[in-house]
């Protein structure tokens, strides 16, 4: 008999504290996880909640600024795709995603323009509030410490070695965060706040504003509800992971749907990532995981590469068509006079 899916699995961190019988246990639970969901809760992580509602108050504050101090850092005059962005300013799908968001990645001297995705490297806007960089940049170094455990830990399910993915992060990981704002929407049929995507890297670390919905995964040909659980992130892996293992982990369409009127809901993604250069290696999986690894999702609209730089601007491209314009026609045009589609990374 088989039971049909409601709710995402929890996969408890603190397990790695104990003894090889937990860690075990943790890394199944991983493996599982990842492999019929592409999504889980995770508990355990060992961020405390006094930083956690220090970063929520800093978003706050961002969202509570005037509009002309938001504009001042508008993602329109950032070449590298940082920045704010206006409510109907991202397009998922080629429909407008209803949210307002500030985009942070990690900051690099340029490389050079050619491969065009290394024009994604550079510096950040930085809004004019107090503590606001200061607390953005302990969250992506908590971030990442913790995202590099937990691709340790998939190593060993795996069946590799602990370190097979350290060597692409370590020069110039190419880690995002956004924070975001979803308004509340008065008309029932229009509740796209972010529409159906894959995510283009490894993995996502998404923290969720305490009691706000909206967040939805797709499992068997339908939609499962993923509200915050408390003290946990929402874990989901992108396209990078999906190439690394052939398939046998595999990138999850999700999508957030805007919250009732009236209301509002906040949310931090943290987007772990390596250098925009590196190539994710193959994982040579043991025989019973190879067995029901069914390949790389076979998209001629969005190819999926194992170079992330590659995945990633393509992505930047589709979703800020107004940015590919003013700073990358060459790229917006696809370089061969043919518009890139719509995006669905």
Request: aromatic letters at 8%; one cysteine or more.
């Amino acid at each position: 008999m088989t039971t049909t899916l409601t709710e995402l699995p929890i996969v408890d961190m603190s397990l790695l504290d104990g003894d090889n019988a937990g860690r075990a246990r943790f890394r199944r639970a991983l493996l599982e996880a990842t492999h019929e969901v592409g999504f889980f809760y995770l508990v355990g992580h060992g961020i405390d909640r006094a930083t956690r509602e220090r970063l929520f108050a800093t978003v706050r504050a961002f969202f509570a600024l005037p509009e002309e101090a938001k504009f001042d850092v508008e993602m329109l005059k950032s070449p590298h795709f940082r920045g704010y962005t206006r409510f109907g300013g991202e397009y998922t799908q080629g429909a407008i995603d209803w949210r307002e968001q500030i985009d942070l990645a990690a900051e690099y001297p340029s490389l050079g323009d050619d491969p065009g995705y290394l024009r994604l490297d550079g510096p950040n806007q930085w809004p004019a509030l107090p503590g606001f960089r200061e607390v953005i940049t302990d969250w992506q170094k908590r971030c990442g410490e913790l995202g590099l455990s937990l691709m340790r830990e998939w190593a060993l399910s795996l069946g590799a070695d602990r370190a097979v993915f350290d060597d692409a992060f370590a020069e110039r990981p190419s880690t995002l965060m956004k924070l975001v704002r979803y308004p509340g929407r008065e008309s029932a049929t229009e509740r796209q706040g972010v529409g159906a995507h894959k995510d283009p890297g490894v993995l996502t670390l998404l923290l969720i504003e305490p009691g706000k919905g909206g967040l939805q995964v797709e499992h068997d040909g339908g939609w499962i509800d993923a509200p915050p659980v408390e003290d946990a992130f929402v874990v989901n892996i992108g396209e990078l992971m999906e190439y690394a293992t052939d398939g046998y982990l595999k990138a999850t369409m999700h999508r957030v749907q805007s919250p009732p009127p009236g209301t509002e809901r906040l949310s931090v993604p943290f987007f772990f990532n390596p250098a925009l250069s590196s190539a994710m290696p193959r994982i040579e999986l043991p025989t019973d995981l190879a067995a029901d690894a069914p390949g790389v999702t076979d998209d001629p609209d969005n190819p999926i590469s194992g170079t992330f730089g590659e995945n990633m601007i393509k992505a930047r491209l589709r979703a800020h068509p107004d940015v590919a314009a003013r700073h990358h026609p060459d790229l917006a045009r696809g370089g061969d006079d043919t518009p890139i589609p719509d995006k669905v990374s």
